[in-house]
């Protein structure tokens, strides 16, 4: 079974490494017998993934992904192995998928010129506000 990311791109189960490791943080005498997270890992560089997907998540300002290009994902949200399994897949699915998207171009805007007239005014508005309270000697 291979995780689908869209149409066309699909990553299989072998590229995919995760290990069962013992979730932190509170839990009571569960915590400290299951091993109930799992860690996700998954070579970006090595991947059957296209060449610009690749290039754009190395791109990317995660500190989950590593100089080698090796992406790991840690959940341990809910209580068992298989919610925790499916959490980072989807996790995996949803970071993938946000970089196909084409960002959006950003077009420069300039305020008009009653809105600049209309900030000018209100200051000078509240500037003789401020000076009328002023003690004159």
Known sequence: MALKISNTVEIPD???????????????QNVNKVSSAIHLRFDILQSSLPERIK???MLLKD?????????????QQYRTQEANREDALLRLQ??????????????????SKSSQRKRVDAKKQRGAIKSQRQAKW
Do not use: D, N
């Open 94 to 111: 949803q970071l993938i998928q946000e970089t196909c998207r084409p960002q959006k171009v950003r077009r420069p805007t300039k305020p």
């Open 63 to 75: 500190s989950r992904i590593s100089k080698e290009g090796v992406l790991v994902i840690k959940a």
């Open 55 to 57: 290039e754009q998540l």
């Open 14 to 28: 072998y590229e995919i490494e995760m290990s069962a490791i013992r979730a932190q943080g509170a839990g009571g």
